[in-house]
């Protein structure tokens, strides 16, 4: 590509589309978005996001009266919103743009508004940053909508994802690298060659970052990022180190883990699952530079709580649940309808899967083919098309009337599992339970299974109610539709007269029948 195309191509990137400001300004006016335009403490952060339906705005945070907004992925509605489609059609657009190729373009800094500003030295401070205690137990103040970027040294690429930063000073912060992860495995292997690993943090980023920051598939993520947009990603070389990030992000924050490895304390902190996790040791993060947009907006995410289902981590968990389950269902049975994790369970412990079963034995091969192809799910829940998944009435009566625990339930243990979950007792392996919700193969179409519905009045006309059962067994709604009936009880009459002149039957199915020819 010659100079002249290179321009052409950093001069076509919107570096304001995929901004987070600019998705929030597309609430405003909405039942998505709560402002909050007095002047708000950083304590008085934390109570207004939990358990918040919407995403919330501040517009005057702490003595510096900066913007903040948290809560931004907590809802599949925004989330939807994010992708440009309605809720039901979110799954079906994630594997549709994934199927896509990433188109990454580089600006240079002048051109990148993620280093407007870029502070460096002594000025790359931490606690200048919004950074609020969200949970009244946390060890300190944490960042957590903090997307990471680093370069695998192994193989070229980079690895993305979401990891909190506990404040421990002005340049330094706790980092929870969980095992097993690729940023974990990446670390490691820094530590073991006795260098420091250089990490770049975006803070501010547009949801569909952050869904592609938690899907954990075999490529460069940051095309991962590109994918996901559908549409170029502008990236920009960092100050202090050779890693690309987003050139459209609001901050920034570049340094290194350094190589002591997993050495000081980090936590407690209020996790996803929805309790606390304990004080680890863990490595720790070095600021080098802080850069931003001149108006920069700082973001927070909603994690744990009572309100599960309405935090940040629970939709986005979600959503690469159930990208990752549909993939392993596409090899594992023929025809998946519908997938949901469960907001409410963390959006990866229960996984309800509708299924249009071809031959006997799918529902099972689902269950155990989710088993496999995420850790963290416990809990597999198979139902018939019928069914809607995202309805909790519907699946508590599926529960309810088309399962027998010692026919339906499928349990296996020895599974490596998720160590947060609280009811592991500090056990390194799991149990994974199945149910089967659907009805017996073959079973579909009987009467007693089938789900009771207003009549329709649907059918072919006649002249007559006799004339109707003439031609064949009818239902009474078929009897009403036949003669054009808006009442039925002149139907009774006329059934009663011919019960008499020819003597009516029942077949199996309920439908009426002329006992004699006339």
């Avoid at 963290?376 to 009435?393: A, E, L, Q, T």
Wanted: aromatic residues 6%.
């Amino acid at each position: 590509m010659d100079s002249s195309d290179a321009t052409s191509r950093r001069a076509s990137v919107d570096c304001e589309r995929f901004r987070l400001r600019r998705f929030i300004d597309g609430l405003a006016g909405t039942d998505e978005l709560e402002v909050h335009d007095q002047p708000a403490d950083l304590a008085d952060v934390a109570r207004p996001l939990d358990g918040n339906r919407k995403a919330v705005l501040f517009r005057h945070v702490g003595p510096e009266k900066v913007e903040l907004v948290g809560n931004v992925a907590g809802s599949r509605s925004r989330l939807a919103r994010a992708f440009g489609v309605a809720p039901g059609e979110l799954l079906t657009e994630m594997q549709k743009r994934l199927r896509g190729k990433p188109e990454i373009v580089e600006l240079g800094r002048a051109e990148a508004p993620a280093q407007q500003v870029v502070l460096t030295g002594a000025d790359a401070d931490l606690t200048q940053l919004p950074v609020h205690l969200q949970h009244g137990r946390d060890g300190a103040p944490y960042i957590s909508s903090s997307t990471d970027f680093v370069i695998d040294k192994r193989t070229g690429l980079t690895n993305v994802g979401m990891r909190r930063l506990m404040l421990r000073g002005r340049q330094e912060a706790g980092v929870d690298l969980v095992a097993p992860s690729d940023l974990r495995a990446i670390y490691e292997a820094s530590v073991a060659r006795g260098e420091n690993l250089p990490v770049s943090f975006v803070v501010g980023s547009h949801p569909i970052d952050h869904v592609a920051a938690t899907m954990r598939l075999p490529v460069d993520e940051l095309g991962l990022v590109a994918t996901l947009r559908a549409a170029p990603l502008p990236v920009v070389k960092c100050m202090t180190n050779d890693i690309r990030v987003p050139a459209d992000a609001e901050f920034v924050l570049e340094g290194y883990f350094d190589a002591r490895g997993h050495v000081e304390a980090e936590g407690p902190y209020g996790e996803f699952l929805g309790y606390y996790g304990g004080v680890k040791r863990n490595p720790v993060f070095h600021l080098t530079a802080i850069t931003r947009r001149r108006d920069a907006l700082f973001q927070t995410s909603t994690i744990g709580g009572h309100g599960m289902s309405r935090t940040d981590t629970a939709q986005l968990n979600a959503l690469r649940c159930e990208t990752l389950v549909w993939r392993a269902l596409e090899t594992a049975v023929r025809e998946p309808v519908a997938v949901y994790a469960t907001p409410a369970s963390g959006g990866q412990f229960n996984v309800r899967i509708a299924l249009r079963q071809r031959v006997p034995g799918e529902a099972r091969n689902a269950m155990t083919a989710v088993f496999g192809c995420l850790a963290n799910v416990k809990h597999v829940f198979v139902v018939d098309p019928d069914i809607d998944i995202f309805s909790d009435d519907q699946m508590d009566w599926a529960l309810g009337t088309r399962f027998q625990a010692d026919r339906d339930m499928v349990v296996m243990g020895g599974f490596r599992t998720l160590p947060l979950d609280p009811s592991l007792n500090g056990a390194r392996t799991g149990a994974k339970a199945g149910f089967d919700l659907t009805w017996p193969f073959g079973m579909q179409g009987k009467l007693e299974i089938s789900v009771p519905e207003p009549p329709s009045f649907e059918g072919q006309r006649f002249a007559s109610v006799r004339a109707a059962l003439e031609h064949g067994p009818k239902y009474f709604e078929e009897l009403m539709a036949a003669v054009g009936s808006r009442d039925g009880r002149e139907v009774v009459r006329d059934l009663d007269k011919l019960r008499g002149e020819f003597g009516l039957d029942r077949d199996e199915r309920g439908r009426y029948t002329l006992a004699k020819k006339p």
